[in-house]
């Protein structure tokens, strides 16, 4: 594939690739994609929604790309931003949708029409890559209830060191997120961070049915015999293996495909 028509389908925030946690499970973990269009409140943020909605999420479904999360805050520091999240089993399975993306002309010329406006309809685009965990290797649709959508939370946990960062997705991986399940906590992904900022960390997204749900399952997991034991084991303190946490909650937009 020439660099051109790489860059030509890249340009949508590498939002292609995305396969179910199911069929990134027949060839074990795979990867992550992450990318936030940064904005200002002063720029046209619903031209960018809009685009995301009429092109690149209907783009991404006729190349094989699914699903589709497309987020944006509701508590946290990054406002106004969208968030898009997919997965896919390979980098190889990227480049082949790279190809598709640059090869459909109806995705090409409306990303033409959406570049050709001089006023931006965002700042930048911070693109993540995570290599999944073994035991979550793809996105996991949550359950939703008819008209409702679940409320959703992203966690950042940065490690002082590799081998800190290490120790701390091996937790996950396990005992951890199984108790997340027990406790009530929906697993949408985690990941290792292979490219981004602020590195080591992991990266996970949580969801819950409402606010109620989300404080009484955090509850159930910190009271947990099973999490007391398993935190307080020489080695495996937050101390040790996490220095800073950062978390926002997240709201699906109504076109996103994981609600």
Known sequence: MKRREFMQAAVAGSVVGAVSGSAAAQDGPGFIAMNWYHCRRDQDVQRLRDFLAKSVVPACARAGVKPVGVFQPSVGPDSPSFLVVTAYPSLASLQDCYSKLAADAAYVSDQKAFDDKWELAYDRVECWLLRAFKTTPGIEIPKVEPGKTNLFELRIYESRNLQGHIKKVAMFDEGEID????????PVFFGSTL??????????????????????????FGQSPEWKKMSTAPGMTDRELVCRISNQFMTPLPFSEIK
């Open 179 to 186: 108790l997340f399940r027990r406790s009530g906590i929906s």
């Open 195 to 220: 490219f981004g900022p602020n590195m080591p960390n992991l990266v996970y997204m949580v969801s819950f049915p409402s606010e109620q749900a989300r404080a009484q399952s955090w509850s159930t």
